[in-house]
């Protein structure tokens, strides 16, 4: 296991604005040298969620992250959107043809469905308590709750909720401050930019893990949604050529609550000969 410095962003890091499909911005970072590494978060949160990793995965990797539409510092969006050609032109203005994607619940879905799109531009896929299109939900009480705090645009209740369901370790857990206020600021933007979120029915990637090509690592932490485990497992048995590990102590926001434990997963991952 390597060190862990926990150190500040050094300064060769580089913020930029990329210009979003259709119009906006999507602001993103891009630190460190070596092979190319694109992070993807989850919905209601930013790219800060990557904040206890980044510096770690820069040492040997061209490190780029980016507030998904409408979330962090990017672009509320005027009109529907589609964060699958969001990410490509993240990839294009960066000029990456074939970098690794490590992308955590949404962040995990829209990895797998733009490896499907545009499986040439996929070095690798890391999925950490990924989602993924086309696996249908079971209905319990905090779904149902979820689902209505949406769709009655209630912030109060979505952040509320965000943090019972999802960061259920609480706020004296490592990260706890950072997801709280993660969540807080992003609750209201959240709502308006899902509510232009485009649906493609036919995107359903359960259906076609086959399909992918490249390696893959997933990883779910113990403390997660019951159900984000069984989406770990379906993916493990669908997906080729994949690798499943469950990080103790760890929940929904496992970059923040168990960073060097996927620090070494990711780089472990990043090193191996057939993903180049």
Partial sequence: MRAHTGSPTP?????VHVPAPGGGRLRAE???????VVLLHGAGMDARLWDAVVP????????VRYDARGLGRSSLPDRPFDDVEDLRAVLDHFGLDRPALVGLSMGGETALDFALAHPGRVASLALVGASVSGHVWPQDPQSTAYAGARRQRDAEALAALELSIWASLGRTAPGGELIETMVAENAVRRIAA??????????DAAS????????????HGDQDHPEIGAIADRLVAGLPDAHGVV????????????????????LGHLARPDRT
């Fill in 11 to 15: 300064l060769d890091a580089v913020d």
């Fill in 30 to 36: 891009r630190r460190g040298t070596g092979s190319p």
């Fill in 56 to 63: 770690d995965l820069a040492r040997d990797h061209d490190v």
């Fill in 194 to 203: 899902e509510s232009l979120l485009a649906h493609f029915p036919d995107r």
């Fill in 208 to 219: 076609r893990l086959r399909e992918i090509a490249v390696p893959v690592l997933v990883v």
């Fill in 247 to 266: 990080v103790p102590d760890a929940d929904h926001y496992l970059p923040l609550r168990g960073p060097e434990r996927l620090v070494d997963l990711l």
